[in-house]
């Protein structure tokens, strides 16, 4: 069965980043559909559609659009996330440098839905390309009256920001992105309120990522449930996997929600760079706790058992609509998750960003968890004690170990550690530290300890040739 | 050191952007432009920026060392950012830094050489994965980097 593209179609298309050649292609269809319909409507296409954040949390984005109060008579903001900065992470960049108005033309919908008349792009520093190509597609969009004083004729009013962060991971959490938009530090802020209550300046304001916009056009074109079918039976659509790390041929791939890791893998990244062994795979970015090529008693019960009840109260087996032909292994490992919101949380890791960092057997888990922590520690923003120093620690440790210097128990003592972080920072970015350390810990302890016996890192140097990337 | 009128009209411009009692969010836009002309930001930018946007200098100060990108040291005409992160370190960055800090003499994070032509600095993701390593210099990605195309790349600097 060919796969469906809903975004990534007419990236080979160098003229779809302009206005006409993305009309061309059969854009603002999407927009003029949904502007003839009730906002209370749009929302509701979007919930049936089971439209999921794409940023990391897979929240609903239509039930988030809802928490905003009816009543409120003042200004409302549109933030888009565009501050991709998860190790692992390159699908939003792709989205706003090849199809710029996709993301436009899924900003108008979104903004009409909750009663919005200013969004703001919130887009990392570093992405200068980007940044510019959404400048002039907004500069576009204004010339053409799709977004101004009278969008699309209706005489609704509608206004859109290129806003550029400077570098700070922190400022992808919504409310680190809300301070610096406001021309502050990016420190998160506590919840609640939350955004949609008390959000940008004070008023409410929806945030949501790139690629969860970008793909409302294409539901008003086709409707809610050619999206719903596209994915697995708790959230609609197609998902951008970008790849990378030790695999044959990393890149993007558009595939349907609920594709198994193993796919994405083997079928789609040509397996193992170098015809080498899989040793692990992360697999949504720095934050999501390794998976390993082992059996896996718990997504085997998932997978034939079904999720636990308290979860979904209408049905058991997540149903895999996008690829019917998939059959659920007998005695599958953890490569084999179908890679979904739900799904991948059965093996108690995350979809995350759904960029997964592939390892192979060559790779040292010492050295890659002290990469990811460094990351971390970097990124703390030293609000929080226990993230700001704890990360710090954990760094510390990492090194001492990677360097032949573990002592006697230094694998608890990091495990203890993270476990101290968890759940005690007022962002995520705490857990996120957190969790892939307790993760390689406890699945490659032997190697911890072999490291620390040996008292050097046992791999020799790496040498893995850069590769180009593939998009598909 | 004073920015010149264009730069003063670009921030007035960008302040536009935002409602007209939150001129402060004109911040990061502000430094961004203030730093492309001038290289970096010296303190006496800042505080001219701090009375452009209405806020103390010392807020300024502190914006301008949370972000990584705003500097408060001169940078290389060619400031050379190689990523560190999973990916990239999985495909050989730190061969890359390495090469770099030998060929040309630079620490990481430290003053540019001598002839103010490079400066290096260690960042963290790129979001470039797929086509790691990845080294930015100035605005520009260079991606799938391998040690010979860096140094023809560099070279021609």
Not at chain 1, 325 to 354: A, C, F, H, Q
Not at chain 1, 365 to 390: D, K, N, W, Y
Request: charged residues 25%; negative net charge; hydrophobic residues 35%.
């Amino acid at each position: 069965m060919a796969v469906v593209k809903v975004l990534t179609e007419f990236w080979g298309d160098p003229e779809n980043r302009t206005l006409a050649g993305y009309e061309k292609n059969g854009g603002y269809q999407g927009v003029r559909k949904a502007l003839k319909m009730e906002p209370a409507e749009i929302g509701n296409v979007v919930k049936e559609a089971k439209v999921r954040g794409a940023g990391g949390a897979g929240f609903p984005a239509g039930i988030k659009w809802g928490f905003v109060p009816k009543d409120y008579t003042g200004p409302r903001y549109l933030c888009i996330n565009a501050d991709e900065s998860e190790p692992g992470t390159y699908k939003d960049r792709y989205i706003m440098e090849r199809d710029p108005h996709r993301l436009i033309e899924g900003a108008i919908i979104l903004c009409r839905a909750v009663g919005i008349e200013t969004f703001y792009i919130y887009i990392r520093g570093e992405l200068v390309k980007a940044a510019k190509i959404l400048e002039e597609a907004v500069k576009e969009a204004y010339a053409k009256g799709y977004l101004g004083t009278d969008v699309f004729g209706t005489g609704k009013t509608l206004h859109g920001t290129v806003h550029r962060g400077a570098g700070a991971y922190i400022c992808g959490e919504e409310t680190g992105l809300l301070n610096s938009l406001e021309g502050k530090t990016g420190q998160p802020r506590y919840k609640p309120p939350f955004p949609a209550v008390t959000g940008l300046f004070g008023k409410p304001t929806i945030i949501n990522n790139v690629e969860t916009i970008a793909n409302l056009p294409a539901i008003f074109v086709n409707g809610a449930k050619w999206f719903l079918d596209l994915g697995v039976s708790t959230a609609g659509g197609t998902k951008l996997y970008p790849i990378s790390g030790l695999v044959e041929r990393p890149g993007i791939y558009e595939l349907p929600l609920g594709t198994s890791l193993h796919d994405i893998i083997y079928e789609y990244g040509g397996g193992i760079a170098g015809g080498r062994k899989l040793k692990g795979v992360i697999p949504g970015g720095a934050s999501c706790p390794v998976l390993v090529p082992e059996p896996s008693e718990a997504l085997r019960k998932y997978l034939h058992e079904g999720l636990p009840r308290m979860i979904r109260g209408e049905e058991k087996l997540v149903r895999f609509e996008g690829r019917p032909e998939w059959k659920r292994p007998e005695n599958p490992t953890e490569i084999d998750v179908p890679m979904d919101y739900d799904s991948v949380p059965m093996i108690k890791s995350m979809l995350g960003t759904g960029a997964a960092m592939i390892l192979d057997d060559q790779t040292c888990p010492v050295h890659t968890a002290l990469r990811i922590t460094m990351f971390f520690h970097h990124e703390s923003c030293g609000q929080c004690v226990p993230c700001r120093e704890g990360t710090g620690w954990m760094e510390k440790l990492l090194h001492r170990f990677e360097h032949g210097e573990g002592r006697e128990g230094d694998e608890d003592k990091l495990f203890a550690m993270a476990s101290r972080i968890e759940g005690t920072t007022i962002c995520a970015l705490g857990d996120a530290a957190a969790w892939p350390v307790q993760a390689f810990v406890r699945k490659f302890r032997h190697e911890f300890e072999e490291h620390r016996k040996l008292g050097r890192c046992p791999y020799p140097e790496h040498t893995v040739r850069p590769s180009p990337l593939y998009i598909a | 050191m004073a920015l010149s009128k264009n730069a003063v009209a670009a921030i007035e411009q960008a302040k536009t952007r935002y409602p007209p009692d939150q001129p402060q969010a004109a911040l990061l836009p502000a430094l961004h432009i203030a730093q492309a002309e001038v290289g970096w930001l010296p303190l006496e930018i800042q505080e001219e920026i701090a009375g452009l946007v209405g806020v103390k200098p010392s807020h300024v100060r502190e914006v301008v060392t949370f972000y990584t990108m705003f500097k408060d040291h001169p940078v290389g005409r060619h400031h050379i950012q190689v990523c560190r992160s999973v990916s990239c370190c999985l495909r050989g960055a730190d061969k890359l830094a390495e090469l770099v800090q030998e060929r040309y003499g630079l620490k990481p994070d430290s003053m540019p050489s001598a002839d103010g032509r490079f400066s290096l600095e260690l960042v963290e993701c790129l979001a470039s994965c797929g086509s790691a390593p990845v080294v930015q210099i100035n605005d520009d990605y260079h991606e799938s980097m391998d040690a010979k195309t860096l140094v023809d790349t560099l070279e021609k600097l």
